[in-house]
């Protein structure tokens, strides 16, 4: 009976080694994408210590789960990244987000006065 769970134990932590080489793979991933536009086969190769046959399925789990957006350039061997989610949020992302809600504020405040002068008109009601 104690071999059945010795062994059930190693299984089950060879599986979450695996998950959390492929987490940390991820996030390294994220992290080289917030840097560039670009990312060589390479050095996903060499940084991510993957086979070259697996790079192309774990980029499109990548793209899949939301975690960077860009597109496999396979004639060129590269990744082109469009975004990625910040895995550090610090000053400059804070600055962004009060630059974006400044310029909405000022938007809104505009539309708004819009409406008082009567410039355009908004359907009141449930019509």
Not at 26 to 31: E, G, M, Q, V
Not at 60 to 89: D, M, Q, V, Y
Request: hydrophobic share 40%.
């Amino acid at each position: 009976s104690s071999g059945i769970n010795a062994e059930y134990g190693v299984e089950k932590l060879a599986v979450t080694h695996e998950e959390n080489l492929r987490k940390m793979r991820l996030l390294t991933l994220a992290s080289m994408a917030q840097d560039c536009s670009e990312i060589e086969f390479s050095q996903l190769v060499e940084k991510l210590n993957l086979a070259t046959e697996e790079l192309e399925p774990f980029v499109i789990e990548a793209i899949g789960s939301g975690l960077i957006k860009g597109k496999i350039n396979e004639p060129e061997g590269k990744i082109s990244i469009s975004s990625t989610i910040n895995r550090t949020f610090k000053e400059p992302q804070w600055l962004f987000i009060m630059n974006k809600l400044e310029m909405w504020q000022k938007n809104l405040v505009i539309i708004q006065e819009s409406m008082r002068k009567g410039h355009f008109s908004v359907p009141i009601g449930g019509g």
